[in-house]
């Protein structure tokens, strides 16, 4: 009987990961209410069990007396030396109890009470290894709907996905695997009650920490998140090596790292930017995919000023509002995007590209008096090649007016000349 109990116990312990401790202890308390049920109390039953063997030995500790009045507590000196002749009136007899005697009801009693104890331990032994996996990802089969809920296997419990918690057009079929991320643990009477989701955000953080070693070594850190289930998520990433690019470990060759998780969450959009501590290029960074002109952050008031090429306007706020929705989660700063043309209008940007006009030097800069000596010979070099330049320029222009009066006098003379022919061939004629 005790190989087999033996045997049985052992296999528990594979099976149902439960200790064999924890199972003799079943045992032992089934007995003492096995003796409760059949003697009507059991406050003097003592069950011993070898752990080793599973050997057992149930017995009842009675007091010797002259007159017996509880024989369940009592026993008589004739009684008590008939095991053994050494024992005294008030000395303590063990008298052992065969549990062949015990009746139906005691016995069937007894089996309760070790079956309720297995289901007890299995139930905590589930209900630890999930709440041990709380807020992580797990892998399950989807079962069934009950409603617009979906029953899903994790292997030796099932978990609930709420419709809030699914996301929206996503539609699944039995048998189908997916990947979700355990939101609570509850203990229940039933067992334990799983609540899963696959909108979380962490949920995207887990599977880039599944997908990419670099962030489940801690090489590259995922510093923030923002989702929107089932449209687009952007996420910032830093690298702790400067030999390692954080976007680039992120999206993989040929994007096989990211696509991966892309396909996980069903055609999902994911942008990867680079983390900053400057507030104002982390903003620039989380607008992407559009272009930034200037960036105005305000780290007390946590809002910035925004202003993008006129025809990056709509790219920048994204449709509905999503892509500045999303940087503004991201960057937990309120961001106010204008055109170039609006923030020109409102006075909110100037066009700094006209505002520097004045000399090129420094006057706070302390020159030596090489540098000195070498600006003083620049100056000399630039003002002798302006003077030359306007000497050459009042040349040219002598010379042109030069040749204009040579002209006007040519033709003057020429004038002079045919005016002596006509009066010669005047005087010819007359």
């Not at 002749?85 to 009470?113: C, H, M, P, W």
């Not at 780290?299 to 500045?324: H, T």
């Not at 940007?349 to 003083?376: G, I, Q, T, V």
């Not at 040579?406 to 000349?417: G, Q, R, T, Y």
Request: glycine content about 6%; charged content about 35%; hydrophobic content about 35%.
């Amino acid at each position: 009987m005790s190989n087999e109990l033996l045997e049985a116990l052992n296999i528990l312990e594979q099976e149902k990961n439960i200790s064999k401790e924890t199972l003799l202890e079943a045992i032992e308390n089934s007995l003492v209410t096995a003796c409760k049920n059949h003697f009507g109390k059991s406050d003097n039953v003592k069950v011993e069990i070898d752990p080793e063997t599973c050997a057992f030995s149930c017995y009842q500790e009675k007091t010797v007396v002259d007159a017996v009045e509880d024989p369940v507590e009592e026993i008589s000196l004739a009684d008590a030396h008939k095991v053994n002749g050494n024992y005294q009136l008030g000395d303590i007899v063990r008298v052992e109890v065969k549990s062949k005697e015990f009746g139906r009801i005691a016995t069937q009693n007894a089996k309760n009470v070790i079956l309720q104890k297995i289901r007890e331990e299995e139930r905590k032994v589930i209900f630890d290894e999930y709440n041990s996996k709380e807020k992580d990802v797990v892998t399950g089969v989807v079962q069934r709907y009950i409603g617009k809920n979906v029953s899903i296997n994790l292997g030796k419990a099932d978990a609930l996905l709420t419709e809030s918690e699914q996301i929206k057009g996503e539609v699944f079929k039995p048998t189908e695997r997916i990947k979700v991320y355990i939101l609570e643990v509850k203990s229940t009477s039933k067992g334990p009650k799983i609540l899963v989701s696959r909108t979380h955000p962490e949920l995207v953080k887990r599977l880039f920490e599944s997908e990419v070693t670099e962030v489940k070594e801690g090489i590259v850190e995922i510093k923030a998140i923002s989702r929107e289930a089932g449209s687009r998520t952007k996420i910032a990433v830093w690298s702790n090596d400067p030999n390692v690019d954080p976007v680039g470990a992120c999206v993989g060759m040929n994007g096989a790292r990211v696509n991966a998780i892309v396909n996980e969450l069903r055609g999902e959009k994911i942008d990867i930017i680079t983390w900053d501590e400057n507030p104002a290029i982390l903003i620039q960074n989380a607008l992407s995919p559009a272009k930034v002109i200037s960036v105005i952050a305000d780290a007390d008031e946590k809002s910035a000023k925004v202003v993008v090429p006129d025809y990056q306007l709509s790219l920048a706020i994204g449709k509905e509002g999503q892509n500045a929705r999303l940087a503004a989660r991201l960057t937990g700063f309120k961001i106010d995007i204008k055109s170039e043309t609006q923030a020109r209008e409102s006075g909110d940007f100037m066009d700094y590209e006209n505002d520097y006009e004045e000399d090129d030097y420094d006057d706070d800069y302390d020159y030596s008096d090489d540098e000195l000596a070498e600006n003083e010979r620049l100056a000399d070099t630039e003002q002798a090649d302006v003077q030359a330049e306007a000497f050459y320029t009042g040349a040219d222009e002598n010379e042109a007016a030069g040749t204009e009066n040579d002209a006007v006098a040519l033709e003057a003379d020429a004038s002079d000349i045919d005016e002596t022919d006509d009066v010669a061939d005047s005087g010819d004629e007359q």
